[in-house]
């Protein structure tokens, strides 16, 4: 691992323990065993840190959304794939996602908030299978905001917790349910997850 990945992986594990504004530079060489100078070597500013912790979640998340042109139109078969892809990537980012969750209210005008912000309106675009009322939009919310919470929060408790498939498979199936019409969200539909 070079050191600029170990200075990425420990401002990401501040960031989401402590948050953004709880966190400095300094304290961030300290967990690694560097100079501030140094980090500032390689970030010109801790906005561009917080930016390379988050940019592996977010740019796995646009993949997911760019893998998805064929199936817009068919938002009912677009969503097990959609879903599953966004519930494995906030499994594999917990941490940016913590912060993301946590801290986005505080963070708004941050570039990489930003981002976020919009990759979220993409993919509840994409999952609102019925007009997007109000009932439909405020499911969704439900459901993305739950799971990324779960997930955050996972990352802070340091108790037992399920199973890791399990969790997944939960997740994926509320998810499912909360954003597909009661009438689309059959077995069928669900056991397409675990395909």
Known sequence: MTTRDTLVQAALERFARYGYLGSSIQQIAADVGTSKSSVLYHFDSKEALLEAAMAPALD?????????????????????TLVTGFVDTLLQHSAAVSIFISQRGA?????????????????????????????????????????????????????????????????????????????????????????
């Open 60 to 80: 796995a998340l646009t993949q997911i959304i760019d893998a998805l042109p064929g199936l817009r139109d068919d938002k009912v078969a677009a969503a097990p």
């Open 107 to 195: 963070l708004q005008d941050v570039p990489v908030i930003q981002r976020g912000n919009e990759l979220v309106d993409a993919i509840a675009g994409t999952l609102i299978a019925e007009a997007p009322s109000t009932r439909a939009l405020t499911r969704l919310s439900i459901g993305l905001a739950g799971v990324a919470f779960i997930l955050g929060e996972a990352l802070q408790d340091t108790r037992d917790h399920p199973d890791p498939a399990e969790m997944r498979e939960v997740l994926i199936e509320t998810l499912l349910e909360l954003c597909l019409p009661a009438a689309a969200c059959t077995p069928a539909t669900l056991q397409e997850v675990d395909a």
